[in-house]
């Protein structure tokens, strides 16, 4: 069983799937294309998350392209690690697939997800030879360029707000929740964090907050303070 959580970019709202089982179809995707077990891949989290944008550049893709897409990774929290720390797998926007097929069925597959016109970045296929990533990226990243998440203030809702809770509870930065809502036990939680690690405790996760946050909860595994 799993619960999801799927942030919607328009409304800025998140809305909470508590009970799906591992062969229900994701929320707002189409079909029965991508089932919760495709989504989570090897991620063994009871939580995951996702945008609605990101459901709707999948349908898209998965129009065009017509044919089943195997999916190999999709969503994985902070601390389970795999990818680098400012990747959009932790935020539940990415897509690896294809892994199982050859290189020419790669590249249609490529093609049809940069078609749609849908995706924040669809990465060169000399990136990544053995499978096709695409993502879609929300917001301005705080360090600038063209990767990362976005500066987050009290009051951001969405699917970096929930890195950002993931990764300070843990740390051991008790967010209390983790609901994808910058409240006033996420501002504490951070502010903590900042001070612990020499940033000024403004409550702003910004470029530098970013880098210190994700780099010390990369890839350290569950711990016992991480919420569900
Ligand atoms: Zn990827």
């Not at 707002?28 to 077990?37: I, K």
């Not at 199982?100 to 997800?113: G, S």
Request: overall charge positive; charged content about 15%.
């Amino acid at each position: 069983m799993a619960k999801i959580l799927v942030y919607d970019p328009y409304a800025n709202k998140i809305y909470t799937y508590p009970n799906l089982s591992e062969s229900d179809p994701m929320p707002y995707s189409y079909g029965t294309t991508l089932r919760v077990r495709e989504f989570r891949g090897s991620s063994s989290s009871p939580t995951l998350w996702t945008t609605t944008a990101a459901m709707e550049a999948w349908n898209l893709t998965r129009r065009k392209y017509g044919k089943g897409i195997y999916v190999g990774y999709a969503f994985k929290r902070i601390w389970e690690g795999g990818h680098s720390a400012t990747s959009q797998h932790y935020a539940g926007v990415a897509f690896d697939v294809g892994q199982n097929t050859t290189a020419a069925v790669r590249k249609q597959i490529w093609q049809a997800a940069k078609d749609t016109g849908a995706w924040g970045y669809v990465e060169p296929l000399s990136m990544t030879p053995t499978w096709v990533h695409f993502d879609r990226r929300l917001g301005t990243p705080a360090c600038g360029g063209s990767s990362g998440y976005p500066t987050l203030r009290s009051g951001a809702t969405g699917v970096y707000v929930l890195i950002m809770q993931d990764a300070l509870n843990a740390l051991g930065y008790s967010t209390r929740t983790l609901d994808g809502k910058f409240g006033p036990n996420t501002l504490s939680a951070l502010k903590a964090f900042q001070c612990s690690v020499g940033l000024s405790a403004d409550g702003v996760c910004g470029c530098n907050t970013w880098k210190k946050l994700t780099s010390a909860a990369l890839g350290i595994g569950r711990t016992a303070t991480v919420l569900n």
